[in-house]
């Protein structure tokens, strides 16, 4: 099962060149096992094991490679910006896969690029750098608002999500007033840069986010429901003590989103075997629909990939969909 890693973690996993050859790797050896698979090259000089590596989420790949790249660099003016801002956050990368460690320099600096690390002239207010896990970067609203002009709509609307619940979210509890505050602080921002590229995403983004949604796979879905021409649907519901992961309100229906990890995952089983897991969620779901008297569909990660499969799910249950 693949897992997360945090940044210490991950530069815990960088191997150096001279570390491989205190422990008698020869260049011959690190180059047959960078060929036959047993490394992986991140860098010049910065290595992980692959049977590691291959174990890993995208976002924690990242923070090893972050980390390689820090493990490099010799103070100056650095800062970490864009997706790599984005892993040390612990913002989620929704299908999106970096290419280069991305970092951000004053104007008219003349450093040069390093293999993977990818550079970019711009000024940077303080406001706009933090300090995380010891690493320069992007202030958490800087990194949301340079990632929501960027990537794809539905990775940029999972990071913002995710930020917003990073932000909003105090001892479990959820506050509308601070993510409002947020949102507008954002809105600001946007429009303080009209204009300039992805800004109009950018603004589509940050009005359609809910920090409410507790995974990539919710806020998805909400973006696919919307593509699909329902108007009002809800994340995290109440009902009772349990919570549903949505609600089309439009025409009384209770989503629920199923994966994998909450199955295979022995932290979320919370000691319960894979039977006894399917056994609780089996009553806690009767006992919602009993409740409600609505009708609770579950969804994998594959019925929210596009707006057509999650349609023709929708549409098995014998649910109208507006814009099918």
């Known amino acids: 099962m693949k897992r997360h890693v945090s940044f210490a973690q991950a530069r815990s996993l ?32 910065r290595y992980v094991f692959a049977a590691e590596w291959d174990r890993l989420w995208t976002e924690s790949r990242h923070r090893i490679e972050v980390a390689a790249v820090v493990g490099e660099m010799r103070g100056g003016a650095t ?22 460690v ?64 990073l932000v909003a979210s105090v001892d479990g509890e959820y506050d509308e007033q601070v993510a409002e505050e947020w949102r507008e602080r954002m809105l600001a921002r946007a429009a303080a840069a009209a204009g ?24 998805v879905a909400r973006v696919q429901l919307m593509r699909l021409g329902f108007r009002d649907v809800r994340p995290q519901v109440e009902v009772g ?23 295979e995952d022995q932290g979320m089983r919370a000691g319960r075997s894979v039977e006894e897991v399917l056994l609780d969620e089996k009553r806690r779901e009767d006992w919602i629909r009993g409740a409600t008297q609505r009708r609770v569909v579950r969804l994998e990660p594959r019925h929210v990939a596009t707006p057509e499969a999650l349609s023709a799910r929708l549409e098995s249950f014998g649910i109208r969909v507006p814009f099918a």
């Open 241 to 263: 003590a349990y919570r549903v992961d949505l609600c089309i309100e439009d025409v009384g229906v209770l989503l629920e989103i199923d994966g994998v990890v909450k199955y």
């Open 79 to 100: 800062v970490l910006a864009r997706e790599s801002a984005g892993v040390l956050w612990g913002l989620p990368l929704y299908r999106h896969v970096p290419t280069a």
């Open 102 to 165: 991305h970092a951000i320099l004053p104007p008219d600096t003349h450093i040069s690029g390093r293999e993977r690390l990818r550079l970019h002239a711009d000024e940077l207010s303080d406001a706009d750098v933090a300090l995380v896990d010891g690493v320069v970067c992007t202030s958490l609203d800087r990194t949301v608002f340079d990632l929501v002009r960027m990537l794809d709509f539905d990775a940029a609307v999972v990071v913002a999500d995710a930020a917003l619940r």
């Open 14 to 45: 960088v191997l150096t060149r001279a570390g491989l050859e205190r422990e008698r790797w020869t260049d011959r050896a690190i180059a047959r096992g960078v060929r036959e698979g047993t490394l992986v090259r991140i860098q010049r000089n």
């Open 196 to 219: 300039a590229r992805g800004v109009r995403q950018a603004r589509e983004v940050l009005a359609f986010a809910d920090g409410r949604a507790e995974s990539p796979v919710e806020s």
